[in-house]
């Protein structure tokens, strides 16, 4: 089901919002690295642009929550049909 909301979204998603509002440049996403292997976007045609390395943040001192690694996905609008 995910992979079918991901093409709906680029497919459809993408020229709805450049007739409403403005030019799309790119289309863009993330994926938890540390739960799944990016299988699904690299399988659509989405090219990996980043991998950005999980963090520890706390909440003044409160609170402190480790954020997993992720990785950024582009698609190009021009293969968008």
Partial sequence: MTRVVLRLWRAV???????AYWPV???????????HTGNLYRFDGWRKVADVKGATVSN??????????????VYPPEATP
């Fill in 60 to 73: 003044y001192g409160r609170a402190r929550q480790k954020l997993d690694a992720k990785a950024i996905w």
């Fill in 13 to 19: 998603a993408a020229a709805a919002w450049e007739a």
């Fill in 25 to 35: 440049r790119a289309l863009l996403s993330y994926q938890n690295a540390v739960r």
